[in-house]
């Protein structure tokens, strides 16, 4: 017979929980205000230490006006389409992709989950959720023991989120999702300003305690599988992996400790923006951008995955509803407004990519060795139906590390290669020598 566990098994692990109140945090996002703040002050840094792969995916929700997105043209010599427009200056930097997207996807309000794993999240009978890992996670691996921060996960809401409306695009090597930041403070105090000695000591005593939480939960976890059928051992194996991966996380945190962070002046950092403001908003993403740019600049991480909004909600630089906008039905005012929206973003990448082009490290520009991946894991398509398929898509950058761009990449959305193969190709440009992710078939020779 196979044996039973009670669900509370597991909770001695973990402790004991307790519900919280309801607090503010906890409420649906609400419009305080219309009126935008004043625009940022911060200006690009002219050079940069030293030059170093890098990698950021820049999510959107809810999909896009595909009629103004998607140029009618392909090829290098293709014409922008009035949403990328903006984007003119950088031409030569970047490479519309349209046509792909992820086969075992559903699409929808999940699109987030699934962008950067390309997971079939019913692949395991029995499971609600299965997810895997995320393609910034196989880089970050590369990377980790040259950065104090392996990767960071940025995001409009902080944690993690729930399934199939997560709050972070980052999932690790058992599927977990990766908790995010929403708060510039948080995230600039996390990256730049130094430890005081009771920091340090707390710090320490911190990791310690970790450690003995992470060997009371393997020493759990090892005595149920004496008592669990081969797929649960299957599952506690996993989990025994997470746990170890936590373990090497904690020991080369450590390391750091020691190390001063660098020194950065907050002065033209917004810091204080919130992204559920309306009046923030617009501030909100130029400081995370700006926060982002620091990092890779003093080489604190070389891996970002950024949710700007996550699905199902999110407003635009003048407070629209994005959410309630791409359930168009394909009414030309809804399409116009989701359009502005659309351009709305798009100028926050533009000015992202000054920021980077505006940077040198020696003959070439911080741009040349930063990779950014910009787009949507859905599709709102000619009716508001958020489709999987022909998926709003942007590569810019990178062309000190072999990027070629092709302007305009068209693929058939009925018969194109798995979405796994550009996100395999990013990796291999940024350091990583599989040749294997996800369902990835190969690479694209055309990037």
């Given amino acids: 017979m196979k044996p039973q566990l009670s669900r509370r098994t597991m909770l001695r692990a973990a402790g004991a929980s307790l519900a919280l109140p309801m607090l503010d945090a906890m409420v649906p996002w609400r419009l305080t205000s219309v009126a935008n703040a004043a625009p940022s002050q911060f200006k690009a840094l002219p050079h940069s230490p030293a030059a170093h792969p890098r990698l950021i995916f820049c999510y959107f929700s809810n999909g896009v006006n595909i009629k103004q997105w998607k140029p009618t043209s392909t090829g290098i010599d293709y014409e922008l389409s009035p949403t990328l427009k903006e984007l003119e200056k950088h031409r030569k930097d970047f490479t519309v992709i349209s046509g792909l997207g992820h086969p075992a996807s559903d699409g929808g309000h999940s699109g987030a989950d699934t962008w950067l794993t390309g997971a079939d999240l019913d692949a395991k009978p029995g499971s609600d959720y299965t ?7 196989r880089v ?4 980790e023991k040259e950065t104090r921060i392996a990767s960071l996960q940025l995001s409009d809401l902080s944690g993690s989120g729930a399934a199939l409306h997560s709050h972070t695009l980052s999932f690790d090597q ?40 992470l060997d009371a939960v393997l020493e759990e976890s090892k005595r149920l599988s004496k008592q669990v059928g081969k797929d649960d051992q299957q599952k506690l194996a996993e989990y025994y992996d997470s746990v170890r991966s936590t373990e090497q996380r904690i020991e080369r945190l450590e390391g750091w400790i020691d190390v001063p962070k660098p020194v950065v002046d907050p002065k033209s950092l917004q810091l204080g923006s919130q992204p559920s403001n309306a009046h923030d908003r617009s501030m909100w993403l130029d400081v995370m951008l700006e926060l982002s740019y620091l990092s890779m600049l003093t080489d604190t991480t070389r891996v970002i995955g950024f949710q700007w909004a996550r699905e199902a ?24 407004k989701l359009a502005g929206v659309d351009r709305f973003y798009v100028s926050k990448l533009t000015r992202f990519l000054d920021l980077l082009a505006e940077t040198h490290e020696g003959d070439a520009r911080m741009l040349d060795s930063t990779v ?17 398929k022909d998926l709003p898509l942007l590569v810019a950058g990178g062309g000190s590390l072999g990027v070629e761009h092709a302007g305009h990449l068209a693929f058939d959305k009925d018969n194109h290669p798995p979405m796994a193969n550009l996100l395999l190709t990013l990796a291999k440009k940024t350091g990583v020598e599989s040749d294997q992710f996800s369902d990835a078939t190969g690479t694209l020779a055309s990037l």
């Fill in 174 to 213: 058992s599927g977990t999702p990766l908790p995010s930041e929403n708060s510039p403070r948080r995230l600039f105090e996390r990256l730049f300003v130094p430890d005081k000695a009771g920091d340090r000591s707390a710090t320490l005593m911190r990791y310690q305690q970790q450690r003995s939480i």
């Fill in 131 to 137: 997810n895997s890992i995320s393609i910034d996670q």
């Fill in 313 to 336: 909600s999110g407003y635009g630089g003048g407070g629209e509803n994005h959410h309630e906008l791409s359930h168009h039905g394909g009414d030309e005012g809804m399409l116009e």
């Fill in 372 to 388: 950014i991946m910009f787009g949507s894991g859905m599709n709102s398509g000619e009716g508001g139906e958020h489709s999987p």
């Fill in 140 to 143: 970050a691996a590369v990377h």
